[in-house]
């Protein structure tokens, strides 16, 4: 059996939001993972959490009914990931953690594993410098929830090998994934409009001149956003939200990155969206 046909195996490490949906997303297309976190009550969620996902796109036609779905298999041992052919990496979105997980995995799977993190916004090459084979380092930004939404942005460092990036586009293809790969930077192409948008759109309400409903109404009524900016925040998460704007600021130095004061006292007062029932609206559990 060639390195080209050997069966996938995906490690995520994370077991938050987004390490939960795309497990789901793999397992509901038959491909085994192994999921990674240290908290073992991220884990014993997770591992509840991720069948219902399965069923949900199932149910939406998004992901294959009939199919066989692998066992979901939960570690808190980094050491579970050696036989791993792709790694994703959705630990929270802080440079220094994702730079030590990645460092870490880098020296426990084989030579040539893709090592793709799902940063929204780190630069690419900046992850891969603390990894023993940049050029096996490259991204991968699903959207949230990725069972449900197809297109995956793509991000190719300057190190990444062309192995690395085939190997990773054909995984997306077996996922059912449509792939657009683009350059590397800070926040790449979605996030470095989309989160410049939702902070300024808080500012808006920030500032009174409209409600967070009227935000959203516009967009949706004038420009044809789906939900609009802040409830998509509340989907994201406003914590990561935060995250993702002052790597943005911190990198560019732009001021219009910089958290506005509404974004930083919800996450302040643990309202981060959906995940905790409360960010801009209100949900019920």
Do not use: W
């Amino acid at each position: 059996m060639t390195e080209r046909e050997q069966p996938d195996l995906l490690a995520v490490l994370g077991a938050g939001v987004m390490g939960v949906g795309i497990s789901a997303l793999a397992l509901g297309h038959g491909v085994p993972v192994v999921l990674v976190d240290v908290d073992g009550a991220a884990l014993e969620r997770a591992a509840a959490a991720v069948p219902l996902r399965i069923r949900q796109g199932q149910l939406l036609g998004k992901l294959p009914r009939g199919a066989e779905v692998p066992k979901l298999v939960t570690t808190a041992s980094l050491e579970e990931v050696r036989h791993a052919t792709v790694v994703v990496e959705a630990v929270v979105e802080l440079p220094a953690v994702k730079a030590e997980v990645l460092g870490e995995v880098s020296q426990l799977v084989a030579p040539g594993t893709p090592l793709v993190t799902n940063t929204s916004g780190i630069p690419v090459d900046e992850l891969a410098g603390h990894t023993a084979r940049p050029a096996d380092v490259l991204g991968a930004h699903f959207m949230n929830p990725p069972y449900l939404i197809r297109t995956v942005e793509v991000i190719r460092g300057p190190r990444t090998a062309e192995a690395a990036l085939g190997r990773t586009l054909d995984l997306l293809t077996a996922l059912d994934r449509e792939s657009v790969v683009v350059g590397d930077g800070p926040g790449f192409v979605i996030n470095r409009v989309l989160q410049r948008m939702i902070n300024e759109s808080a500012r808006i309400v920030q500032e009174g001149l409209a409600s967070h409903e009227d935000v959203d109404a516009l967009f949706r009524g004038c420009l044809g956003h789906a939900t609009g900016p802040l409830a998509t925040a509340d989907l994201i998460g406003l914590d990561n939200v935060v995250d993702s704007l002052r790597v943005l600021h911190d990198r560019t130095g732009d001021a219009g990155y910089a958290p506005c004061d509404l974004l930083r006292g919800k996450v302040d007062a643990g309202d981060f969206g959906r995940k905790t029932g409360r960010g801009f609206y209100s949900y019920e559990s």
